[in-house]
Nanobody, 117 residues
Framework: QVQVMESGGGLVQAGGSLRLSCAAS????????MDWYRQAPGKQRELVAS???????NYADSVKGRFTISRDYDKNMVHLQMNSLKTENTAVYYC???????????WGQGTQVASSS
């Protein structure tokens, strides 16, 4: 019903920046929130940042001050600006879309982010 696609991943040096984008399409009536998760090898998927309708944002403590999540409501998109990247930020980043109706989320396939020192 809802399709989610991430883009913008890549390889950057530690201290560099990267901008991720996520686009939702399909049977969308109203999006409650769009979130960014990441999963590093051998680790559980974790929430990085969330953007809730009304421009309420939340960040994992480890990325506060370095990452910024923003929404483009007209395009059903969300972006994650990642600055001062660290090697520990290396992971596959996933976008999750939550609709107003229903609690279930819709996931993208993920985009690889790698930061090397």
């Amino acid at each position: 019903q809802v399709q989610v696609m991430e883009s913008g991943g890549g390889l950057v040096q530690a201290g560099g920046s990267l901008r991720l984008s996520c686009a939702a399409s399909g049977s969308i009536f109203s999006i409650h929130a769009m979130d960014w998760y990441r999963q590093a090898p051998g680790k559980q998927r974790e929430l990085v940042a969330s953007h809730i309708k009304g421009d309420i944002t939340n960040y994992a403590d480890s990325v506060k001050g370095r990452f910024t999540i923003s929404r483009d409501y007209d395009k059903n998109m969300v972006h994650l600006q990642m600055n001062s990247l660290k090697t520990e930020n290396t992971a596959v980043y996933y976008c999750n879309v939550r609709l107003i109706t229903g609690l279930g989320g819709y996931w993208g396939q993920g985009t690889q982010v790698a930061s090397s020192s």
